[in-house]
């Protein structure tokens, strides 16, 4: 059964963060239906495992080479980036003559979009670049609101997602909400998954397509939709159509293509649920990442040993770091936890 939506609270009092849609400014907010939060489960909570750090070191494709004073510099591909890094409050462990080669520092310059929010100091680059992850070819790009098209510390879902489907030895579903550029989308098609991939935005969705060429695999089975992320799960769970792994990275605040307001706090278990909702009869795992919200992982994985209750399986919860080249500190990106059937 579908869960209730629940009523919002604060509407549109948030700012946007981080990962709102990318170019999309936000508007006011439409009337939305109030809906009882969903009712706890009766069943048994699932086994647990934590804290589960996932980390992600130095390799040939990205490297968190050092970080400090409020920034992180980073090699993608070919390029040596500096962005801001509010976590690094400790100094750099590398010297100016290392951050000073850098191709691109993300200046944030509020009176320009786009690029204009990036400085390049040897040469002039162009919007993206040739990046690579684990023999996937994809697209860097520079964009405004500070990311390069990728959230590197993802790579552990995604290696993680890549043995359940392999091993599975069976057609597997999956379902890509919030997928931005299409990475974990990618992923799962090359190891032989059917894909859905779903994100409010049209700009998103254009560039996870272009991915998927760029990688080679226009070939594989994977459904595009530019969708609210919540709108899009209801409609599934109302067709019966279901899912063998949910993958679900929902920005703080977001908006949908109809002005649909996202907010991770008030929508988080309602959204949960219905992930819950829409798995197959033998389903693998539902894994959720969040970024920027001040809660603990404890938060996140109360709620998903809660939505789980009754279905067996194990809840693992943690962060995802990544590991520095220069003096091995642990750079937090974010809190996430899983639940893997048994
Ligand atoms: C944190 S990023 C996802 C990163 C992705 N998991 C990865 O590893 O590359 C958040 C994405 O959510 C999308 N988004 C924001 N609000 C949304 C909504 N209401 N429905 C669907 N997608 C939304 C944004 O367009 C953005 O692409």
Known sequence: MKPARPKRRNEDRRSPRKHSAPGEKPQRQPATSARPAPPRR???????????????????????????????????????????????????????????????????????EGMGRWRFPREPLGETWPMRHDGIDYLGRF????????????????????????????????????????????????????????????????????????????????????????????????????????LFDPPAYGRGPKGEVWQLFEDLPYLADLCRSILTPRPLAVVLTAYSIR?????????????????GGRVESGELIIREKSAGRALSTSLFSRWVAS
């Open 42 to 112: 009766s069943g048994a909570l699932p086994d647990e495992r934590l804290p589960v750090i996932l980390e992600v070191l130095p390799n040939d494709d990205y490297a968190l080479l050092d970080s400090g004073g409020g920034q992180k510099l980073e090699q993608y591909g070919p390029y040596r980036i500096v962005r801001p890094e509010g976590q690094a409050i400790w100094r750099p462990a590398l010297g100016p003559a290392e951050w000073n080669r850098a191709d691109a520092i993300f200046t944030g310059d509020t009176d320009e």
């Open 143 to 246: 964009t405004s609101f500070r990311h390069v098209g990728v959230f590197p510390e993802q790579a552990t879902h995604w290696s993680h997602m890549e043995t359940l489907v392999r091993e599975a030895r069976r057609p597997v579903k999956v379902l890509n909400l919030f997928g931005y550029t299409g990475l974990a989308s990618l992923v799962a098609a090359r190891a032989g998954a059917e894909v859905t991939h779903v994100d409010a935005s049209k700009k998103a969705i254009g560039w996870a397509r272009e991915n998927q060429e760029m990688a080679g695999l226009g070939d594989k089975p994977i459904r595009w939709i530019c969708e609210d992320a919540v709108k899009f799960a209801e409609r599934e769970a109302r067709r019966g159509n279901a899912y063998d792994i949910v």
């Open 295 to 311: 809660a603990s992982f404890f938060a996140i994985h109360a709620l998903m040993r809660d939505t789980f209750a009754g279905d």
